[in-house]
């Protein structure tokens, strides 16, 4: 309350600052009166009702004196003075001009009939997400416990001698048995079988990206955790289980979502043609038709 009061009283100091302005012979600005620019006023309440039209990371730099000032002499009213030169170059009445403003317009007033038609159509009740969910058990299917081999360094110069050796088609064992720290030389890098969860919070990228390998043999990307940079391969898939509905829910929604929208939006428009009286003159289209036909005969 107290920053929109300052704001306030704000404007009203550059109100009378403005007119303070004025040359001397002119009509004097009114009451409420902010700014004039030839014969075109601008309140003060018109010039705040721009000012809450501007975007938030705008509206932050007119808390100041100095933001509000700039954004009235080098936005404001520079618009104004090149809109008012385009009038008198007769811009506006330029039928390509025209023709650009009144597509815009129609772009515009239909963006506005669709927000609001399919206001809510796109939300995706918890029934469906459910459905979808038993509908679709395979989508969602995972293995139950994972084989993975690993090769684990703690500094960018021994992975970049590790990528650039796999690359080259060197052993996955030999190379974990060789560059692994700690006790993870053992065994050629080899840690068993995992299931999902297992891994402590602080691995669960490791563990996303192991359980993201489908077929025996494939190689990870690499893996940040706090022992270092990793580089996974999978070696055998033991048993299969579906993810936990509250695992995948918002995965499903997020795709349901836009394919309900697009239905609502195709529902719409089969409506608003059903109300409407539409005509196409198919003698023209077929002779326009054949007019497009003819050269590429000529041409064989």
């Not at 012979?25 to 009451?31: M, S």
């Not at 004196?65 to 009445?93: C, M, S, W």
């Not at 206001?119 to 918890?126: A, D, H, P, Y």
């Amino acid at each position: 309350m107290m920053r929109r009061k300052i704001f306030f009283w704000l404007l009203l100091f550059l109100a009378f600052l403005f007119s303070g302005c004025q040359k001397s012979g002119e009509r004097g600005l009114g009451e409420k009166e902010l700014v004039r620019i030839n014969e075109v006023s601008i309140s003060l309440t018109e010039f705040q009702q721009i000012l809450e039209k501007q975007p938030l990371e705008g509206k932050m730099k007119l808390l100041s004196e100095k933001g509000t000032r700039d954004f009235l002499e080098n936005y404001l009213i520079p618009r104004e003075v090149l809109y008012q030169e385009a009038k008198k170059k007769g811009l506006d009445q330029n039928k390509e001009i025209l023709s650009k403003i009144e597509d815009m317009r129609r772009a515009i007033l239909i963006e506005a009939l669709l927000e609001e038609a399919l206001r809510g159509k796109g939300e995706v009740s918890e029934e469906e997400i459910q459905r979808y969910y038993k509908e679709n058990q395979e989508l969602f299917k995972e293995p139950q416990e994972i084989k993975v081999r690993h090769i684990v360094v703690n500094s960018e110069p021994a992975l970049k001698e590790v990528v650039t050796k796999l690359s080259q088609g060197e052993s996955f064992e030999k190379l974990a048995s060789t560059y692994n720290i700690g006790h993870f030389k053992g065994d050629g890098g080899n840690l068993g079988y995992i299931r999902r969860g297992q891994l402590a919070p602080p691995f669960a990228q490791f563990e996303e990206a192991a359980f993201s390998l489908r077929k025996r043999g494939d190689i990870s990307e690499v893996v940040t955790t706090p022992y270092g940079y990793h580089i996974i391969r999978l070696e055998d898939i033991r048993g299969t289980t579906v993810k936990p509905l509250n695992q995948v829910k918002e995965k499903i929604r997020f795709f349901l979502q836009p394919k309900k929208k697009q239905e609502a939006y195709l529902d719409y428009i089969k409506e608003a043609k059903a109300r409407a009286s539409i005509m196409i003159n198919e003698k023209l289209w077929e002779e326009e038709e054949k007019k497009e036909v003819k050269p590429r005969e000529k041409k064989k």
